[in-house]
């Protein structure tokens, strides 16, 4: 008979994994939504609208990186750490305070937007033809502050149903109301589209944070600044540490430029979205209730626990897709790209391989941010960006696109260490014995699965990875359905 303390534990990981599960159903979907909504862009615009649609794209998203302050990360913190105390009152405060900074930045990105816009249009297109196209998607900036601010509330008081559902239906409805304009006014669409997309998944999102009947309170402007100095600073430190990453990735581009071609560059981009792509879909769907939770914590013993759960749960869940991702690499690449790509197998190969030490390190760097150590959490991303860019550089001159695989298991290996040490430090923290015993379990999986597509055939390869997969997956299964009880809840699913 289950023990109170048990029963709570096994409800713990279940909803651990419920969240987990539904956040990377969302992930997915947004891919796919994005994937329509490029190949409608491509049909209807061709090269130079999409040409277009990027241009205006990547300078809106660096404005907006560089003017938000990091307060998706650091908001959601200053909101869950109020929903612990279960206070009504400070929550409502510290939504105003949160909403009113996003306002702020939301503002002055926009203003810099349109202000600088001869720039903008000079520095993209080689003239000034788009300079009212940077005027008008200048309101996009603040659109999606804005829908950045709503989704931060539904994050920070662990909404998920509603954090889900405005994600979902934002991103439905933005494609089936931009597909017609594209299909009837073609590329004189572009900058209306950009608009349009923005408002409509802003308006869903504030649907849903109405919902939350959070009562409305008055909060001067010096009250704003003054209760949200610790989110501020995190926040900037946030966008310096993001920023580092940019730089290093362009130096790594323009290495790559000078000592080997362009062909190199663009093979190597193509690893990088693959990669990226892949490990967005597993991290950003956890981090969306994980952040929030380890917030809430109020001491060591919750800290560790949480920290103890979701990596148990995250490393399970992700071993057999990685095995699988591993065996099948070619066929995405070739899906995704064309033949050309193929040289970027063996990158993939390593970087894929990596996930697992990847998620180890990530379960514990969250505690850091998520705590509010906000100088600790920087210098360990600069020490890691320091690391990674040293180890890319190395690995490229030494292996070619090999070594950026080979440079990304490294760096990994170098970051669970580093960020391992930073939290025994600070929280006293190291994982139990039997979580290392499943981390190598399943990274014999993992390894083997690499070893299979490199030493075979491409037959044999197939065969053995699949076989490698089944095993992986019915070990995986097993373990969840001890910590969360799968058979039980299909069983009593199917019942009703």
């Not at 792509?277 to 917030?295: G, H, N, Q």
Request: proline fraction near 2%.
């Amino acid at each position: 008979m289950e023990t109170n303390n048990s029963k709570q534990k096994k409800n713990s990981y279940r909803d651990n994994f419920k969240t987990t599960i539904l956040f990377s159903f969302v992930q997915i979907y947004q891919i796919f939504i994005r994937i329509v909504r490029s190949k409608f862009v491509a049909m209807f615009l061709g090269p130079e609208g999409m040409g277009i649609t990027s241009l205006l794209h990547s300078t809106t998203d660096l404005i907006s990186a560089s003017t938000n302050m990091g307060l998706k990360t650091s908001g959601v913190r200053s909101v869950a750490a109020a929903n612990s105390l279960q206070d009504q009152a400070k929550i409502a405060e510290i939504s105003t305070v949160v909403r009113r900074l996003i306002m702020i930045t939301g503002l002055f990105g926009m203003l810099i937007c349109a202000c600088f816009s001869p720039l903008w249009s000079l520095n993209s297109f080689g003239n000034y033809d788009y300079t009212w196209a940077f005027v008008i998607v200048s309101v996009v900036i603040l659109l999606d502050q804005l829908n950045y601010g709503e989704l931060v509330l539904l994050q920070g008081l662990q909404k998920r149903t509603f954090l889900a559902k405005a994600n979902i239906i934002g991103q439905t409805i933005s494609l089936f109301v931009i597909v017609p304009l594209y299909y009837f006014f073609r590329v004189k669409a572009i900058v209306w589209v950009l608009v349009i997309a923005s408002l409509t998944t802003f308006i869903i999102s504030k649907c849903y944070t109405k919902r939350l009947n959070i009562p409305k309170v008055h909060v001067t402007f010096r009250e704003v600044f003054s209760l949200g100095r610790e989110m501020i600073k995190l926040g900037v430190l946030l966008s310096i540490q993001h920023m580092m990453a940019q730089l290093s990735m362009y130096i790594v581009r323009n290495y790559v430029s000078q000592v080997g071609s362009l062909t190199d560059v663009g093979l190597y981009s193509a690893g990088s979205t693959i990669i990226n792509l892949y490990l967005s879909l597993v991290f950003t769907a956890m981090a969306t209730d994980y952040f929030p939770r380890l917030s809430k914590t109020k001491n060591n013993e919750e800290l560790h626990n949480t920290i103890q759960q979701q990596a148990e749960i995250t490393i399970f869940l992700f071993a057999p897709i990685i095995v699988l991702f591993i065996v099948f690499i070619k066929p995405v690449i070739l899906l995704l790209y064309s033949e050309e790509f193929l040289p970027i197998e063996m990158m993939l190969y390593f970087a894929m391989g990596a996930t697992l030490i990847k998620a180890l390190a990530w379960s514990q760097s969250y505690s850091i941010v998520a705590k509010a150590k906000a100088k600790v959490y920087f210098w360990n991303e600069v020490v890691a960006i320091t690391n990674n860019l040293i180890l890319n550089i190395l690995g490229y001159k030494l292996f070619g696109l090999t070594g950026f695989g080979i440079s990304i298991v490294i760096g990994y290996i170098l970051y669970l260490i580093q960020v391992s040490c930073v939290t025994k430090k600070y929280f006293n923290f190291s994982f139990s014995s039997i979580i290392w015993k499943y981390f190598i379990i399943l990274n014999i999986f993992v390894v083997a699965s690499l070893v299979s597509k490199i030493a075979l055939s491409n037959f044999w390869g197939y065969i053995f990875g699949s076989i490698i997969f089944m095993i992986c997956l019915c070990y995986s299964y097993r373990e969840l359905d001890k910590r969360v009880g799968i058979k039980d809840a299909l069983i009593n699913k199917f019942r009703k």
